[in-house]
């Protein structure tokens, strides 16, 4: 296939990869622009903010009337590029000739421009061809209004879109399907796993290290948690039916921070760790984390009786469902049609889809680039990948049906 690309939808690209919007900055200045051009265009977005208002997500429908819609989500937010070796500045969107390369593993990276920057794959270039677009599909004679659904904080932790989707329903909007723009070169992704974080305190009593008896050892209770996941790593390992097609085709469970302690000498009081499941879409986390519950539910009782104020804490980090639809359903036919690509993926990340699709909403995961570039130094996006995007959407505005 050869595309070419237009130059609104590129400069477009540009413009959003040169904003910062590395989440735990504001998104504002993004979501203007693309409130502003659509007003431009007289189409009204419904703005959803987070508690202090430095950040929103924009909703918008084009074709306003339409007995339904379909949603083109993408989340507005990066991650960060501190402490990576980039060779160009990860806000220039410049555009770079590429002479093509053939890799140790064999597989050859096409020859021609590259876009690149901190959020031109993961995600900034999908929105940018979307809105690019927009007059095509005010314009369109297809029966499916789009709603552009552009999201805050999704890189940690999929927070913005709750209340985007909580909107959407309390407006009474009724998309028949969904489209999460996130890198997958443009091969519809029908299934990710789960991503399910927490942080658990571990409250002990203190004492100089002569007199453990007298103490409770927060280290040592936490230590036998951290034991508990990865004993339950080992069985998913051992034991959870194969889901074929993932990188690894079982759940995993990982800890990933562990603090505690002040002094050799001196029983801790405190310690905390971080750990995580991602499960299969044919696994529960939520049970996973009932293991854990009742695994510290059990400790604690000994650790009471040493010292009654001690205990065992949870907090919820973040709840980022699995995604799984079928390579029959509808939404995923259309993708495949508009994409041109007869076939399916899995993907290893999570994403905003499983959310959709437990809003009853016939979701599948298609855009433009690469994870492999996504977060990455020098992240980029390929021209031809951009092209690809942009018929998807002129298809997209002539749709007569899903499926
Ligand atoms: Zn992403």
Redesign the pocket.
Known sequence: MSHVLSNRALEMAQTLVRMNTVSANSNLELIEYVRDHLNALGVRSRLTWNADKTKANLFATLGAGKPSGIILSG?TDTVPWDGQDWTVDPLSGSVQDWPGEEFADGHVEQIGPRLYGRGSA??KAFIAIALANAERFLESESPFAVHFAFSYD??VGCFGVRELIADMKEAGVKPVACIVG??TNMVPAIAHKGVYRWRCCVRGKEAHSSLTPQSVNAIEMAARLVGKVRDMAEGFERSEARYEGFDVPFSTASVGQFHGGIADNVVPRDAEFRYEFRNLPTADALAMQKDVLAYARQLETGMKKVGPDTGISFETICEIPSFLTSARDPVTRLAQRLSGNASTTLVA?G?EAGLFKNAGIPTVVCGPGSITQ?HQPDEYVTLDQLARCEVFMRGLALAREVG
């Open positions: 989340h993961d995600m999704e890189e996130e890198p990340f994403t996504a």
